[in-house]
């Protein structure tokens, strides 16, 4: 399996950079924070990404898009990361069009697909429920009676959930609670009478929610895959977003690095440039090589999902050692350049915010070292 890109997977990724640094600098997070824009994101910049063709990336080509699969995704992913560019790429392609493509029957998959090629649907996966990523502890419940479904519940931190068109819905759909089996997922119109959605504020300025789910009513047609057996899909959709979003957070870290090392270069101290002190050289040596061997565990999870392969092992190291270098870097980061790197006119702090936000999101290194030992069965 190729560790690097081919020829078009290079031409996007070296397009995106420069879109993305031409016109979503880090400035424009900071506008979008500073005047507590509601989404969180955009239009403009969103509008553009349409215009490029960006959410056709991994979508089969009978469907409309572009067939460039999520080598592509994450490519686009790993350049949003270094300018820390949000919009809603991540959660609508990397975790909505993912469970449609493996989960969607032929209805949903033509009526849907389309779509989000054409940048007319944005999606979200309202999947947590607590302050800690866990894959089959649902608790959100539907009873399923002849056509009609019926959901009872929450969910929190739903990313993008305040700005979906629709709304990806994993509940518990038999009484077998904390069990892996009765998962069912379904697609619900955010829209539907019952559902109250209210936004929280992050230390990333994205948009989050918290969802409530009050007798919400919809037809078992919006049942995605199988009814009661629908972790499997859950999974997968997951260790996809879990792939891709490790490679925005190796975006972030490059961002980073590169913005120390330029740092170590400039700044003087005892007469000298820090960066002639070989304590800090061995520093940032450390993570220039912890950077790349994230890389390659990234591309190759990322090669995965294209080739169709289990993701669960890939997913879990790729995100583990996504997890683990962004935070090294971050780190790394602050102390270097001091305490200036923590004020509010410089980056450092946008990335590191940013950084702990996403350890978090779908799972930290605890929790997938913990499922790489289960699935090893040591």
């Not at 991540?90 to 033509?110: P, R, W």
């Not at 294209?306 to 583990?320: F, G």
């Not at 950084?355 to 997938?368: A, E, K, P, Y």
Request: glycine share 8%.
């Amino acid at each position: 399996m190729p560790l690097a890109l081919n020829e078009e997977q290079r031409m996007l990724r070296d397009t995106a950079r420069d879109f993305l640094q031409d016109n979503a600098p880090v400035g424009l997070m900071r506008q979008l924070r500073d005047d507590d824009n509601v989404k969180g994101y955009s239009e403009d910049l969103w509008q553009q990404m349409i215009d490029m063709g960006w959410p056709a990336v991994a979508i089969p080509e009978q469907y409309g898009g572009l067939g460039f699969g999520f080598v592509g995704v994450g490519a686009i992913l790993q350049e949003a990361g270094k300018t820390l560019a949000n919009s809603p790429f991540f959660n609508t392609v990397a975790l909505g069009a993912a469970a449609i493509i493996h989960g969607g029957n032929e209805q949903q998959q033509a009526d849907l697909l389309p779509k989000i090629a054409h940048g007319e649907m944005r999606l979200a996966l309202a999947h947590e429920e607590s302050n800690h990523h866990k894959s089959s502890r649902i608790e959100c419940q539907c009873i399923i009676n002849e056509n009609q479904l019926t959901i009872n519940g929450c969910k929190q931190f739903v990313a993008e959930g305040g700005n979906a068109d629709l709304l990806i819905v994993s509940l518990r759909s038999q009484p077998t609670s904390k069990s892996a089996a009765g998962i069912t997922l379904a697609l619900v119109d955010p829209k539907t009478p019952g559902i109250t959605v209210k936004k929280i504020t992050m230390i990333d300025s994205r948009n989050y929610v918290h969802i409530d789910f009050s007798n919400v009513t919809i037809s078992t047609d919006n049942i995605l895959g199988k009814a009661h057996h629908g972790l499997a899909l859950l999974d997968k959709t997951l260790d996809h977003g879990r792939i891709c979003l490790a490679a925005e957070m190796l975006g972030g870290a490059q961002a980073m690095l590169d913005k120390t090392v330029e740092y170590l270069k400039d700044r003087e101290q005892f007469g000298r440039k820090i960066g002639a002190f070989q304590a800090l050289q061995h520093r940032a040596a450390k993570m220039f090589a912890e950077l790349e061997i994230a890389k390659s565990a990234v591309i190759h999870a990322l090669s995965a999902i294209d080739h169709d392969e289990d993701l669960a092992m890939v997913a879990s190291t790729a995100k583990t050692l996504a997890n683990d270098t962004y935070r090294l870097i971050t780190d790394e980061a602050v102390q270097m350049h001091g305490g200036i790197g923590l004020t509010d006119e410089m980056d450092v702090g946008f990335y590191l915010k940013r950084c702990r936000v996403s350890i978090q999101s779908l799972g930290d290194s605890g929790f997938h070292k913990n499922r790489f030992a289960t699935i090893q069965h040591f």
